[in-house]
């Protein structure tokens, strides 16, 4: 019998719902696909004819909050917002999608989403980290920093500033949802001073300012809190 | 080793400390002239949290700042009068200044401590007040995309939705948040008060990193005092962070005060309010530099001034509420001629035992000797006032009769009168030199409240008639 396409998507969409359900109440590792084949009214077997493993299975999931949390997001973007500030809500309105899930999506980010990753979801986190970084060169490119500064660099991608630039900007989002998944504070209040914090030291890196040690700067070499007219350059 | 070796051994070693502190620390200080680049650069530091990182700046930036205030201020406490006089403007205002600059790390702890210095005239020198000031109203702000989403997590949806109108910029600065102006669906007009996310950790954090650099000085025979004081400021900033407290404290008040012609105190939004997020009525009046500034003749000032009289002494009596914060930028003079009343994080509630005190301080009051023998020992904490040394009890009577004096005098008092709060500030200041500062925790609220209020009716320059508010509250209150 033929599988068409629309049922197939539905059988993903059944697997997906059965998924965050079971990793929702039992946690990542606990959770096995067993049961959430079952869930999704499915032989154990058929699962993994759409998805290779459970991380893969967990991290779609997780890609597919993200997704939905970059519409919300769009829609509430503001055009007087600096770029810290939109750089914030893109960010921040990704762990809003998270939260329901932020008891086992930590693990999984850990080892889908690093640059050293190993595990089984590199073809999934590869796809949450390319859409996550397409909307922040976007930001940058409504504000005026998305050109890379070539100038005198060399021509190589690997030392590229903008290569660099991002890499730093990815290692401290991790950074980010690394603390927001242990964070303890009542509605992970400290992470959004985190977040804030190293979009601070970003933006500051793509100024130029020399040293961005939180504490140290100064005020001239870091962005304010406050929205400033320089940062809508 | 006899105890009395301890003590002499402790404060050999806190002498050890003072000799090995740079003497120089206040050198290079900023001056005047950079005041102004110095608070922009202050206005641009985001909060840190997390306690090692604060400790980190603690250790290197803010120890010194500490160090050098703290040299200052223990020095000070073995040279003599004339010697101290000489270059004490110089050394205050470099101090205040390190001490701006800690600031705003130390936020919420230290913007407190802040407000109540810029309170003290005369213990605070004017210039050092006028740099304090800017505490009150001009904090840094959270951008609005942090503060959304932090809103949005008290209050469970974004406040874009959840207001008909939010401004997306602070109209005022709290010591622990800023304030946002905005209107219900309903159509009132509210004012916001959003607590800056981690404030309450950080300032944790802070008082353990203070008791840690304080370690050196654990043998010294202050060690405890210093420990109780500390756990006095732990319970106060505690309850003042909490805004679901701070609301049950003001719609008391509110209720209070609410036969009172010409005072205000907001009503509490419940739908919109938290631990972290408070809502109130929205009241559009002048702080007190803009009312002075338009020069409010003495019987205005008066009629203010009785305002604020009168709103203390309600809640106290009637309501068993100490308001501990009467400092400038908790009151609004409202157009119409009304006086709004804000803020009511430091609001210490009397239990039956504080009740008690009270009593016993009014029967002191009103001129009993046995009753000011007995409160005298109380409020020192010993058995019998003839426990004390001869000079300390004097200092302690002496401080009871200037916190009276308004009252004793009978008639009008000028409050602005500086011989008054110099007399205060020189009988505080023999308090501490001589470490007389053993005290019961309560005293802590209820000095707050005689200074602060002292403080602001001499800042109003108001002449009121304390004594005959006094009593009227007193007898509403059936004592």
């Given at each position: 019998m033929r599988i068409t396409a629309s049922a197939k998507e539905r059988t993903r969409e059944r697997l997906l719902d059965a998924a965050r359900q079971r990793f929702d109440a039992q946690g990542f590792s606990a959770a096995n696909t067993r049961d959430i084949a079952k869930d999704a009214g499915l032989a154990a077997g058929t699962l993994f004819n759409y998805f290779p493993n459970k991380e893969s299975l967990a991290m779609t999931v997780i890609g597919s909050e993200l997704a939905a949390a970059r519409e919300t997001w769009r829609a509430r973007r503001r055009p007087e917002d600096t770029l810290v500030e939109d750089l914030f809500s893109h960010v921040a309105t990704g762990l809003r999608a998270l939260q329901p899930h932020r008891a086992w999506v930590g693990e999984v980010l850990e080892t889908g989403m690093s640059p050293f990753a190993t595990g089984g979801a590199n073809r999934e986190g590869d796809a949450v980290r390319a859409a996550h970084l397409e909307g922040v060169h976007e930001i940058l490119a409504a504000h005026g920093a998305a050109e890379p500064a070539t100038g005198d660099a060399p021509s190589t991608a690997l030392t590229a500033p903008g290569v660099v630039g991002m890499h730093l900007y990815w290692t401290l989002y991790l950074g980010v949802l690394a603390w927001w998944s242990g964070d303890p504070s009542e509605h992970q209040a400290d992470t959004l001073v985190v977040l804030d914090r190293s979009l601070q030291l970003f933006v500051a890196s793509l100024r130029g300012a020399k040293d961005t040690t939180p504490g140290v700067t100064d005020a001239a070499s870091t962005e304010s809190q406050t929205p400033s007219p320089t940062d809508r350059a | 080793m006899t105890r009395q070796d301890d003590m002499d051994t402790a404060d050999t070693r806190t002498a050890d400390v003072l000799a090995a502190l740079p003497a120089d620390l206040d050198r290079d200080a900023p001056r005047a002239p950079d005041l102004g680049s110095m608070l922009a650069h202050l206005a641009h530091r985001p909060v840190p949290v997390g306690r090692w990182h604060r400790f980190w700046i603690l250790t290197t930036l803010q120890a010194r700042i500490g160090a050098g205030y703290l040299a200052h201020w223990l020095r000070s406490g073995f040279a003599d009068a004339d010697a101290r006089e000489a270059s004490l403007n110089e050394a205050r205002l470099s101090a205040a200044l390190k001490l701006l600059g800690g600031m705003s790390y130390l936020r919420g702890a230290a913007m407190k401590a802040g407000q109540t210095l810029a309170s003290w005239p005369d213990v605070v020198p004017q210039e050092v007040a006028d740099i304090l000031k800017v505490l009150h109203f001009e904090a840094p702000p959270m951008h609005f995309a942090l503060l959304r989403e932090h809103v949005h997590d008290e209050l469970g949806g974004d406040p874009t939705e959840l207001f008909a109108e939010f401004e997306t910029e602070a109209f005022a600065a709290a010591s622990l948040g800023q304030v946002h102006r905005a209107r219900l669906h309903s159509g009132e007009q509210v004012a916001v008060k959003i607590q800056y996310p981690g404030i309450s950790r950080s300032i944790h954090s802070d008082l353990e990193n203070v008791q840690l650099l304080m370690q050196p000085m654990r043998l010294g025979k202050n060690w405890a005092n210093l420990m109780a004081q500390l756990a006095d400021i732990r319970a106060m900033l505690d309850l003042e962070m909490d805004y679901v407290n701070e609301a049950a404290m003001q719609r008391q008040a509110r209720e209070l005060v609410a036969d009172v012609d010409g005072l205000v105190v907001p009503r509490v939004h419940e739908r919109y309010s938290t631990r972290r997020v408070l809502t109130t009525d929205y009241v559009d009046g002048k702080h007190l530099d803009a009312w002075l500034a338009d020069g409010p003749d003495a019987a205005e000032r008066t009629r203010r001034g009785e305002h604020v009289l009168t709103s203390l002494f309600r809640m106290w009596y009637s309501g068993d509420l100490v308001y501990a914060d009467p400092h400038p930028g908790n009151y609004l003079f409202m157009p119409d001629g009304r006086t709004a009343l804000l803020d009511f994080g430091a609001v210490y509630r009397l239990d039956a035992e504080g009740v008690e005190y009270c009593l016993l301080a009014d029967r002191g009051?009103?001129?009993?000797?046995?009753?000011?023998?007995?409160?005298?020992?109380?409020?020192?904490?010993?058995?019998?006032?003839?426990?004390?040394?001869?000079?300390?009890?004097?200092?302690?009577?002496?401080?009871?009769?200037?916190?009276?004096?308004?009252?004793h005098t009978g008639g009008p008092f000028d409050f602005s009168d500086p011989a008054y709060f110099r007399r205060g500030a020189d009988l505080w200041g023999e308090v501490m030199r001589k470490r007389y500062t053993r005290s019961k925790p309560m005293n802590t609220w209820f000095n707050r409240n005689f200074y602060g209020a002292r403080a602001l009716m001499a800042r109003m320059g108001a002449t009121v008639d304390m004594g005959r508010i006094h009593a009227a509250e007193v007898a509403r209150a059936g004592i």
């Open positions: - | 009051l009103a001129g009993d000797p046995e009753a000011q023998a007995e409160l005298i020992a109380r409020s020192t904490e010993v058995e019998r006032a003839d426990d004390l040394a001869p000079d300390h009890r004097r200092l302690i009577e002496d401080l009871c009769a200037w916190i009276w004096e308004p009252i």
